[in-house]
């Protein structure tokens, strides 16, 4: 087995790395991706940069060229559901993507032909999820969350999203690396820890809370990992 670990930043990987300790750097494509041995299966890790054409290339990339057979991704987001605060943690049901808009021509928002609205998440890893939660003591939302190419500030522009998609959560990578993972038959487990209220405020919020959530998310990520490998 090996599974590839994605962030969007440097900040969302960077406490995995920080736990491996050891690794081997090896670039390609633009991009580094950090291979390691733990508890004796092969992880592969990278950021992919912000934006679902850089994590399409990267989620690729880590599947057809590495050969991972599963992916975790672990992030931040902006929360957009009003139970969702600062530091909570989302698992997402299912993805789509908030900005693909082709209905000039008859079609829903978030569609097009030979595609769906959306993705859904391996539902077995999320299972998973529920019980490490339970062995952390924390709480996990499941959820809808909305990708798009785009960090929403807009109070509208998030009326839209959750009128068009009902989505709990916003960011810029998950929606993308749900179609690569779905065509090309990979489980996946998006996780994102809520950094913004996606709201008029968030390039404040972001910048102050992005480290912290990012750490949350990467280790909730990790006790993933612990509970694949046994």
């Not at 736990?19 to 092969?42: F, M, P, Q, R, V």
């Not at 909305?146 to 998609?165: L, P, R, S």
């Amino acid at each position: 087995m090996k599974i590839a670990i994605m962030g969007a930043m440097p900040e969302e990987i960077a406490p995995i790395l920080e736990k491996l300790g050891s690794y081997k750097t090896t670039e390609y494509a633009n991009n580094k991706y950090y291979e390691a041995t733990y508890k004796g299966i092969d992880l592969v890790i990278a950021y992919s940069k912000i934006g679902k054409v850089f994590s399409t290339l990267t989620a690729t990339t880590m599947i057809q060229h590495f050969g991972c057979d599963k992916l975790l991704f672990s992030g931040v987001a902006g929360g957009i559901n009003p139970s969702l605060k600062i530091g909570d943690l989302i698992v997402a049901t299912k993805l789509s993507q908030h900005d693909l808009d082709i209905t000039a021509f008859g079609h829903p928002m978030g569609f097009v032909p030979g595609g769906s609205v959306f993705v859904e998440a391996d539902k077995e890893l999320i299972a998973l999820s529920k019980e490490v939660a339970s062995e952390l003591g924390k709480t996990v939302q499941e959820g809808i969350i909305a990708t798009g190419d785009q960090f929403v500030h807009d109070e509208k522009v998030k009326e839209n999203i959750v009128k068009n998609f009902n989505a709990d959560a916003l960011e810029m990578e998950g929606g993308s690396v749900a179609v690569v993972c779905d065509a090309l038959d990979v489980p996946f487990f998006i996780l994102r820890a809520i950094s913004d209220t996606a709201d008029t405020d968030a390039s404040f919020s972001f910048d102050e809370f992005m480290v912290s959530s990012a750490i949350i998310s990467a280790e909730f990520i990790m006790k993933m990992v612990d509970r694949i490998v046994e």
